[in-house]
């Protein structure tokens, strides 16, 4: 079972937690920044979506997800604030 789980793995390289952690070492605000840009262009894909003019449908998912890791750690960091 190992050896199929290695092969998966170097079959598709994980780049989520690379995500995840490079926007750990960024800043509240700069999380902030972040989230407006991608509000913006997830905004942006939805009307290309809506007139066919879409180059890349996947990049509404990749923005969807982003959108959600950058709230993940902004509620990450609230509670972390309050509980101490």
Known sequence: MAKAATKKAAAKPNTGNAKAADMRTKT??????????LK?????????????QLERPA????????I???K?????????????
């Open 68 to 70: 959600a890791r950058i």
């Open 28 to 37: 509240d605000d700069q999380l902030s920044e972040a989230l407006v840009d």
């Open 72 to 84: 993940t750690l902004q509620g990450e960091r609230t509670r972390t604030a309050e509980a101490k």
């Open 40 to 52: 913006r262009e997830a905004f942006n894909l939805r009307f290309q979506a809506a007139t066919n």
């Open 59 to 66: 990049r509404i998912r990749e923005v969807r997800r982003d």
